[in-house]
């Protein structure tokens, strides 16, 4: 905490979460290897965190507070949020920062009818809620959610079993207080002065009611209220010091605001108490996006625009949690020019994350399958305009893009904003949708999305310390209510999702291969499947399960490419005729490349059907020549002639696949086919070799193995050993000495 700042009108609080990878044992990916700025889950933590203790810290006060939450460790399997949250609040609490908590968090999931308290990561991948609940001990003070398609009922639950959970772990806090607490500092508020107030109210007695009484529309309303602030600073100049006059302002407004809702249940812009503004919404605004949707929900409006691509377009996740990869993103974009200013453009702040965050919960939850639609997914939302809720704008726009670009969703969701008035005697009225001032003035901003079904993303912030039951009760019935009627917008906008995606869209086809064959597709040092990129245009994303999935616009692109990958991975049959070209040449036959990474070899004798003296007299390298598949070993060898595909008759006797019956201490009369300087490959069957090693070729030493034979020559041997398929022989053990 460090000393007040002098001329701000708001609490500098700032909160930190500080990832280290040494907590699970990690170093980062980064290119320096250290932490680099917060990820996005180290963003959303700082603003579950800030949301429940900012109401907590007294008026006016305006001295600088940081907190910095750090993980020491983790173990991979518990959701870090919650005990950054519950650790927060002890901090404070023990502190002598001026704090009226404490306060506790308990996450639940809902798993099988069973509710979960403090679920793990792996419990949550099967849980239908996902649900964080902050609360002192009077009540409430802050929720966000995830669900899938939830009945409010369960939600409400889950919501007061979190509630008692916490009691438990607040007292827990208290007794630690009670060892360790430091005494609280006292402090001034900074602009708040009683008597400003008191003057402010004698000279503008009933006008500002009557500026929110009078007004025709909003614009009107924030003319008059800004002449009377000034109008005020003018004749209290001498006396106060201009943000002390704006306090005073803020003040009487907040009163005669409330008074104008809770005395005449009559809304700023004449709306009543459950009204919602006027609606509309637009699809297939932009030729070239895959889909796009306008919401409009009185003075906000949102543009949603849908992209859809490969696997390989997945973000990749690098953070504490077990998640990797995420094939859905929505990004939220909230320029000056929305608001009527100007300001700074550039990366996403806390604020925009966070709003993007929940309009992708909201969302996720209808997606389908990654096996339904093996899309990566990206939804950015533009805040064309903003008077209030544009995060349930962004997940009304992201719906309507998702269906127009074909996104089969199993529901349209919609989300809408209740705020909360109160006065005397627990007196209080809930607004549905509200907008800019109600948002300002108001003492609560409780965001509820979902389909016809139930909810899929709730969000509450409060300004007061926290609310009751009944006010959860009632906003979750308003909220269901008004999501109806604006689904209806939707649904009469575009009734139901397109059939086909955008021909704009890649199209993604799924091939499944063995488990054992991804190596052959990606091949030595990813060469193959290169190949298969630049040569066809298409993307390829493999899966450890085997699946292969081809994108591209261009259906010719993609099938060359599935027929590529088919090639690489389907098993040759005996019989089978292939054009191929030839790879190498011996001297005792040619080696043709039948598919991809296959070769199988043209015994001399099978070129033609007359006797060839030079391989090179028949066929070279390069050319591309028919031959018949006659034989494969069982080392998975292929023999191939040339004559039996030129006559197919000449070679009938020979095709086979069945294994040769070969035995150690059988003896075999057969031509030497192959010479290396180790030994000779001998043909002991047709289509089978064996190898004499240049130790077993005489009784004596043999420094070259062509003194003793050469290719072509006949030798009788004898079989020494079966090993694996590979036979091993001896030309020594048949010599006499």
Do not use: W
């Amino acid at each position: 905490m460090s000393t007040p700042r002098q001329g701000i009108d708001f609490f500098p609080l700032t909160v930190d979460l500080e990832e280290r990878h040494y907590a699970i044992g990690q170093i980062p990916g980064s290119f320096f290897r250290i932490e680099g700025r917060p990820t996005t889950q180290a963003i959303l933590t700082c603003r579950l965190i800030d949301r429940p203790i900012r109401p907590l810290f007294p008026k006016g006060f305006k001295n600088e507070v940081q907190v910095i939450a750090t993980t020491l460790s983790s173990d991979k399997e518990t959701p870090l949020d919650i005990l950054a949250l519950n650790g927060v609040s002890t901090a404070l609490s023990i502190s002598n920062i001026p704090f009226h908590g404490p306060l506790a968090a308990t996450r639940m999931g809902y798993i099988d009818g069973d509710f979960i308290v403090n679920p793990t990561y792996e419990q949550l991948n099967e849980s239908l809620l996902d649900i964080v609940v902050a609360s002192t001990k009077d009540g409430v003070s802050m929720m966000e959610a995830g669900a899938t398609e939830i009945d409010e009922d369960i939600v409400y639950e889950a919501i007061e079993i979190a509630h008692q959970t916490n009691q438990e772990i607040i007292n827990l806090q208290e007794d630690f207080v009670k060892i360790a607490g430091k005494e609280k500092s006292e402090f001034t508020p900074i602009g708040h002065d009683p008597e400003a107030v008191e003057k402010s109210r004698s000279i503008l007695g009933d006008q500002i009611y009557q500026a929110l009484c009078d007004a025709s529309d909003q614009d009107e309303m924030r003319e008059k209220l800004k002449d009377l602030e000034e109008g005020l600073k003018t004749d209290l100049e001498e006396d106060f010091e201009s943000n002390v006059i704006s306090g005073a302002f803020e003040e009487l407004l907040d009163e005669q605001f409330r008074l104008r809702i809770l005395k005449d249940g009559v809304r700023p812009d004449g709306r009543g108490l459950k009204e919602i503004r006027h609606l509309s919404a637009d699809v297939s605004l932009l030729p070239r996006a895959h889909g796009t949707g306008l919401f409009n929900r009185g003075e906000t409006q949102i543009l949603g625009v849908t992209t859809l691509g490969s696997s390989g377009d997945a973000q990749k996740v690098d953070n504490l949690s077990p998640e990797t990869s995420k094939k859905f993103m929505l990004h939220y974009n909230f320029p000056p020019y929305s608001v009527g200013e100007a300001g700074r453009v550039g990366s996403p702040g806390r604020r925009e994350v966070g709003h993007g965050a929940l309009a992708e919960r909201a969302l996720s939850a209808v997606l389908p399958s990654a096996e339904d639609f093996p899309y990566t997914i990206r939804i950015v939302c533009e805040a064309l305009s903003s008077n209030g809720s544009t995060s349930m704008g962004s997940v009304c726009a992201g719906t309507l893009s998702l269906m127009d670009a074909g996104v089969p969703i199993s529901s349209p969701v919609a989300g809408i904003s209740v705020g909360l008035i109160t006065g005397d005697n627990n007196e209080y009225v809930t607004l549905t949708d509200i907008q800019g001032l109600e948002d300002h003035v108001g003492d609560m901003d409780f965001k509820v999305a979902g389909t016809s079904n139930g909810i899929t993303a709730i969000q509450l912030d409060i300004k007061v310390n926290s609310i009751s039951f009944d006010v959860i009760k009632d906003t979750l019935a308003q909220a269901k209510e008004a999501r109806l009627q604006v689904l209806e917008v939707i649904e009469t906008a575009i009734p139901e999702v397109r059939k086909e995606v955008s021909p704009h869209a890649p199209r993604i086809q799924k091939v499944q291969v063995p488990v054992d064959k991804i190596g052959t597709v990606i091949g030595p040092g990813g060469k193959m499947i290169r190949s298969i990129v630049e040569e066809t245009g298409a993307t390829v994303d493999i899966e450890d399960d085997g699946t292969i999935l081809i994108g591209s616009s261009d259906a010719e692109s993609a099938n060359k490419a599935i027929s590529m990958i088919n090639d690489l991975t389907r098993e040759i049959q005996v019989g089978e005729i292939f054009t191929g070209k030839v790879a190498k040449i011996a001297s005792f036959g040619a080696f043709v490349t039948l598919l991809p990474g296959t070769d199988g070899m043209v015994h001399i004798s099978e070129l033609d059907e007359s006797r060839v003296e030079k391989v090179e007299d028949v066929v070279n390298v390069g050319d591309n020549i028919t031959v018949k598949v006659i034989n494969i070993d069982n080392g998975g060898k292929i023999k191939l002639s040339r004559k039996a595909a030129l006559n197919p008759s000449a070679v009938d006797e020979v095709e086979k696949s069945e294994p040769i019956d070969i035995n150690v201490g059988d003896i075999i009369t057969g031509e030497v086919v192959n010479i290396t300087k180790f030994g000779a490959f001998v043909e002991v069957a047709p289509g089978t070799d064996g190898m004499v090693h240049i130790s077993e070729l005489e009784n004596y030493r043999v420094a070259n193995v062509e003194d003793v034979v050469s290719v072509g020559e006949e030798i009788t041997v004898e079989v020494i050993e079966i090993n694996d398929n590979k036979i091993k022989l001896s030309r020594k053990s048949l010599l006499t000495d």
